[in-house]
Nanobody, 123 residues
């Protein structure tokens, strides 16, 4: 079965950086687009970034564009999210998600989720 396990969440200071990882198993990782989303208490789920199955295209929410970078290593079945210039409003539970398609990354195309890793940005 599909398994997605996130790691790398931590407490960071404003302006700092974190790198999240998502280890995937149970499906042909290189065949599917992947995304990161975040859940903020009281605000619901927000799509953050997505990447096509072959890594040829990356897309970002306006709120993180220019600060976050999504990438993948298909040989290692791993998805990454490099988060720079962190802001307090980036505080959230970050979830890794698998798309049902190779080139579609938004929330309505996602069909499997990890349990998330917590990022807290505070001084």
């Amino acid at each position: 079965q599909v398994q997605l396990v996130e790691s790398g969440g931590d407490l960071a200071q404003p302006g700092g950086s974190l790198r999240l990882s998502c280890a995937a198993s149970g499906f042909p990782f290189s065949s599917y687009a992947m995304s990161w989303a975040r859940h903020v208490r009281g605000k619901g789920l927000e799509w953050v970034a997505g990447i096509y199955s072959d890594g040829s295209e990356t897309l970002y929410a306006d709120s993180v564009k220019g600060r976050f970078t999504i990438s993948r290593d298909n040989a290692k079945n791993t998805l990454y999210l490099q988060m720079n210039k962190l802001k307090p409003e980036d505080t959230a539970l970050y979830l890794c998600a698998k798309s049902n398609y190779s080139n579609y990354v938004t929330l309505d195309g996602l069909d499997a989720w990890g349990e998330g890793t917590l990022v807290t940005v505070s001084s």
